[in-house]
């Protein structure tokens, strides 16, 4: 079982006698909530490890972890990505037009119930078979039936293309997309940044979520782009990076989690802490973004005198279990011995 976390938290000195840090040609002192980020990724791996062999409860003897729903350390391991990567990206053609097709319907409302209501009502998901009438016939009636049709988990703007509801616009946008020739020129770009790049282009699709678009793309066959090539920090992540290393952060946080990916392991070591990875894959540059945006939630109960950026004090959601088995389908070019 994980130990408590508030009990192997370092004293409240501003450097743990590390010193500083130096990132993007600047000092750096960290915070308390340095060392919680390392204890945290630690802790919540170890849930993790224990849900998936489908041991007993209780997995943490952590009461904040108990209590609250935090994501996995490892973004393709949590729920809405694994059902990305089994039931969507690698069921059905492999035709790549295709896979952007679907991966991109899916992610617009990131929502695996409106996925599988399309999936259901229209049949096979296919570019080639895409009818405008036929999928807003479907979205409209769920919608009228008080069916939320997108996720709360972060905001896809809607486009203003000249539909009246938000979900015929990002329609709109999914064809204009796929008429022009956005497929092709994500797959073919030199970078996974001039990838992000094309997607950063069309109508309401700002930096973070042109990122976790690219990012969900690249769990296909077809790409070939390490995690680690660049990343966008999130609201979420600047919230927590505010509250490891304070306003002297601002602006580099790229560099941030860089560091933090470069030197997980030098940290895991000086703090005791177990962490073999998700079956031997280090923490990756979008892992170590969305771990400072869980650690920002964190520490609003760890540490509630370390203030981010936006200020919020409470962590909204409560974990529920849903007693259901947990599935681990990961892109088999990452030789995962779990992968699908």
């Not at 962490?275 to 969305?290: A, V």
Request: glycine residues 8%; aromatic residues 12%; contains cysteine.
């Amino acid at each position: 079982m994980v130990t408590l976390l508030q009990d192997r938290k370092a004293p409240a000195r501003p450097d743990f006698g590390m010193g500083t840090v130096r990132v993007g040609g600047r000092e750096l002192r960290p915070t308390p909530v340095f060392d919680t980020y390392w204890r945290f990724a630690s802790a919540r791996q170890a849930v993790y490890e224990a849900r998936l062999a489908r041991r007993a409860q209780p997995w943490t003897s952590d009461p904040i972890l108990a209590k609250h729903r935090f994501t996995n350390c490892y973004r393709a391991a949590d729920r809405v990505s694994q059902a990305l990567i089994g039931e969507v990206i690698y069921r059905g053609p492999q035709e790549w037009e295709d896979v952007f097709f679907r991966t991109l319907l899916f992610k617009i409302f990131n929502k695996e119930s409106t996925w599988r209501l399309l999936s259901r009502e229209v049949g096979e998901v296919r570019w080639e078979t895409y009818d405008y009438q036929v999928y807003d016939r479907v979205l409209s009636a769920a919608f009228g039936r008080g069916e939320r049709l997108y996720s709360a988990a972060y905001i896809v703007p809607p486009p203003q293309l000249g539909e009246e509801r938000k979900h015929r616009n990002h329609l709109r946008l999914l064809e204009m997309m796929m008429t022009s020739r956005a497929p092709e020129r994500v797959l073919t770009a030199p970078t996974l940044r001039e990838a992000y790049e094309v997607l950063l282009g069309y109508p309401a699709i700002g930096p973070f979520l042109a990122y976790q678009f690219v990012i969900d793309l690249n769990y296909a066959a077809e790409m070939s782009f390490s995690e680690m090539d660049f990343v966008v920090p999130g609201p979420g992540a600047r919230d927590g990076i505010r509250k490891c290393f304070g306003p002297v952060a601002d602006g580099i946080e790229a560099e941030v989690i860089r560091y933090m990916a470069d030197t997980q392991d030098e940290h895991f070591a000086r703090l005791g802490l177990s962490f073999s990875g998700l079956r031997g894959r280090p923490l990756q540059l979008i892992d170590c973004q969305n771990l400072f945006c869980e650690v920002d939630k964190y520490a609003r109960v760890a540490h509630p005198d370390i203030a981010g950026i936006s200020g919020r004090s409470r962590i909204k959601q409560t974990y529920r279990s849903s007693g259901a088995p947990m599935p681990a389908w990961f892109p088999p070019k990452w030789g995962l011995d779990a992968s699908c």
